[in-house]
């Protein structure tokens, strides 16, 4: 079973900085990894998908890179609305599993 | 527009079995790009995936609670049923269902909005 692990458990920024996410698996997951947003008392929202591919009407501050094993999630300028808990999942397909990271909390510092 | 909604018990006993739907709208669950997983998130803890259903009745558990769920659709209702027996205090979480997207490296695209289940005497 895939575990993934995500760095750091969180992460204090002040609006308008910059912000960088870490995710690692444990084995290859090649780009089958996502990213969600989830706030306070609401589901998690689909951030990027692909390892990198923005999900529709994401602003472009948020963007990620990664493949194999290691993952990055980059937030530009932090608007007040992107203080929230980030989780990466990974999906295999052999057989078919999701594993989500333990996720970052993302805080105003 | 694509929704998805659970449904279900509040409160549950331990040992008792409990039942959850997903009732979708705006997809059908026979397309052959999407399916639908459950997950679950205990309070102030990660989000934990369960169980998923493909357009085809392929199934896939989570290794752990494997033994204890079962996951079921039916396409005619657009409804996906998850069971998970012999609960423990240690299922109380939110559940949620969420569709993925084949052509999204099967990223969880639509959430429910989550239905929260106590476990307790």
């Known amino acids: 079973e895939i575990v993934m692990t995500q760095s750091p458990a969180t992460l204090s920024v002040s609006p308008g900085d910059g912000a960088t996410l870490s995710c690692r698996a444990s084995?290859?997951?090649?780009?089958?990894l996502a990213w969600y947003q989830q706030k306070p008392g609401q589901a998690p929202r689909l951030l990027i998908y692909?390892?990198?591919t923005r999900a529709s009407g994401l602003p472009a501050r948020f963007s990620a890179s990664g493949s194999g094993t290691r993952f990055t999630l980059t937030i530009s300028s932090l608007q007040s609305e992107d203080f929230a808990v980030y989780y990466c999942?990974?999906?295999?397909?052999?057989?078919?599993?999701?594993?989500f990271g333990q996720g970052t909390k993302v805080e105003i510092k | 527009q694509v929704t998805l909604k659970e449904s279900g018990p509040v409160l549950v006993k331990p040992t008792e079995t409990l039942t959850l739907t997903c009732t979708v709208s705006?997809?059908?669950?026979?397309?052959?790009?999407?399916?639908v997983s459950w997950i679950r998130q205990p309070p102030g803890k990660a989000l934990e995936w369960l169980a998923h259903?493909?357009?085809?009745?392929?199934?896939s558990y989570q290794t752990s609670l494997k033994s204890r769920l079962t996951i079921s659709k039916d396409t005619s209702k657009s409804q996906v049923v998850l069971t998970m027996t012999n609960v423990d205090p240690a299922d109380t979480a939110t559940y949620y269902c969420?569709?993925?997207?084949?052509?999204?490296?099967?990223?969880?695209?639509?959430w429910g909005q989550g239905t929260t289940v106590t476990v307790s005497s």
């Open positions: 692909g390892a990198s």
């Open positions: 084995q290859t997951v090649s780009r089958n």
């Open positions: 999942q990974q999906y295999d397909n052999l057989p078919p599993s999701w594993t």
């Open positions: 705006g997809f059908s669950l026979s397309n052959g790009r999407m399916s």
């Open positions: 259903i493909f357009s085809d009745d392929q199934k």
């Open positions: 969420a569709r993925s997207l084949l052509q999204f490296h099967y990223a969880m695209d639509v």
